[in-house]
């Protein structure tokens, strides 16, 4: 058994608990990059979200056996659609107008009602979408500091699709961007397509949805765009796309977080 492997049960004995779990990866070290969540079969799976880590595998009791996704199912855990949720709450004004004050209202309304759906206690429900704009899953985020689990992923189907969200706006070009989270997605895609990865890291099925899009759309440039604490990673993960990424990096705020006199700047340097 691999020092990782090891590590994985460890933790695992240490914090059993349902829903998804997060610790650094004990092969490339990145802090709270090892994502863990039960497995249909019994025992858990785990996968490192930092580009360029492999790390993968999943657990059957106190042992760990490498595995890869088979194309039948990955093992992963599905869920209901967060409409019935016996607590959910579609949205009303006064939930987008806490939403917006998270952001310090550098979303307009229109950006948090594409973002958010409702609530469910302690929590705001952002759909994952696909990029015919149906919903492959969600994300329950929650609301305040003291809420375990800053973010959950509920996927609904158990099948190689990846757990990454599309915002679309109705003008485009021949540019497209990737970035890490949603909030940041919604707000640029006002002026291109725009993907929110999820984290830093990008699946080959993730890729090939991507690649897919810029063929059928004329797009020639994805740009590749991670928060400042992924800046090492921005140009790895811009070589996947096959000569449309073009990494940016960023070393001031994220995109969710800039002012509006930053955002017109880099509205300004990408289009």
């Known amino acids: 058994m691999s020092k990782h492997q090891q590590e994985v049960r460890l933790f695992l004995e240490e914090r059993e608990r349902d829903g998804l779990?997060?610790?650094?990866?004990?092969?490339?070290?990145?802090?709270?990059?090892?994502?863990?969540?039960p497995a249909d079969e019994g025992g858990h799976w785990y996968k490192c979200l930092s580009a360029g880590c492999a790390t993968f595998g999943t657990t059957e009791g106190t042992s760990v056996r490498p595995s890869s996704p088979s194309p039948a199912g990955?093992?992963?855990r599905t869920y209901k659609p967060y409409q019935e949720e016996p607590m959910f709450r579609a949205n009303d004004v006064d939930t987008l107008h806490k939403l917006r004050q998270k952001y310090g209202s550098r979303l307009s309304i229109a950006h948090a009602q594409k973002l958010c759906a409702g609530t469910t206690p302690g929590r705001w429900i952002f759909p994952v979408v696909r990029p015919t704009g149906t919903n492959r899953g969600y994300v329950a985020?929650?609301?305040?500091?003291?809420?375990?689990?800053?973010t959950l992923l509920r996927p609904y189907v158990d099948a190689d699709e990846p757990m990454q969200s599309w915002y679309i706006p109705e003008k485009r070009g021949t540019v497209m961007a990737?970035?890490?989270?949603?909030?940041?997605?919604?707000?640029?895609?006002?002026?291109?397509?725009?993907?929110?990865?999820?984290?830093?890291?990008?699946?080959?099925s993730g890729v090939d949805e991507i690649q897919d899009y810029c063929t059928r759309n004329g797009i020639d440039t994805v740009y590749v765009i991670?928060?400042?604490?992924?800046?090492?990673?921005?140009?790895?993960?811009?070589?996947?796309?096959?000569?449309?990424?073009?990494?940016?990096?960023?070393?001031g705020p994220d995109i969710k977080d800039m002012s509006e006199y930053q955002f017109e700047e880099l509205i300004g340097v990408l289009t």
Request: net charge positive; with cysteine; charged share 20%.
């Open 21 to 37: 779990q997060y610790m650094d990866c004990p092969e490339c070290g990145k802090a709270g990059k090892l994502m863990i969540g």
């Open 226 to 251: 991670l928060d400042n604490d992924a800046a090492d990673q921005v140009i790895p993960l811009a070589r996947k796309f096959n000569g449309r990424g073009t990494p940016v990096p960023m070393f």
């Open 74 to 76: 990955t093992g992963r």
């Open 141 to 150: 985020r929650a609301m305040g500091p003291d809420t375990p689990h800053k």
């Open 178 to 204: 990737v970035v890490e989270d949603q909030p940041s997605a919604v707000r640029l895609a006002s002026y291109m397509p725009t993907v929110a990865l999820l984290g830093t890291s990008v699946s080959q």
